[in-house]
């Protein structure tokens, strides 16, 4: 199964962007298990306001540096249309969803 429907599966239109980018975060720890990688070193989660390694500090931001290719922009797409909100990708391994969406 692809990360864009594993994602979108952990979803609901219900969820804030805390409670969205928790459940991308712990889905994405146990893909990282699956293909080999330690979720500790490789998976994680930054709260707004918390440092990252882009500038924008609004948005909850999770990222998976060792997944595959460019993961994150087919995810986003996914995670759109299951949350019915904007979340995006800052580089193509990390996604960023919005407080300001809810």
């Known amino acids: 199964m692809s990360y864009a429907t594993r994602l979108a599966n952990v979803v609901t239109r219900t969820m804030n962007a805390k409670q ?7 889905e994405l720890r146990s893909i990282a298990t699956e293909e080999g990688c330690n979720p ?3 998976v994680m989660i930054r709260a707004p306001g918390e440092a990252r390694h882009y500038s924008d500090d609004t948005c909850w931001c999770v990222a ?39």
């Open 64 to 102: 998976y540096e060792a997944g595959d290719y460019q993961w994150a922009v087919g995810a986003s797409h996914a995670l759109c249309d299951a949350l019915g909100k904007i979340v995006e990708p800052y580089y193509s391994f990390d996604l960023c969803f919005y407080p300001s969406e809810d």
């Open 20 to 26: 969205a980018a928790k459940a991308v975060y712990a």
């Open 40 to 42: 500790d070193k490789e």
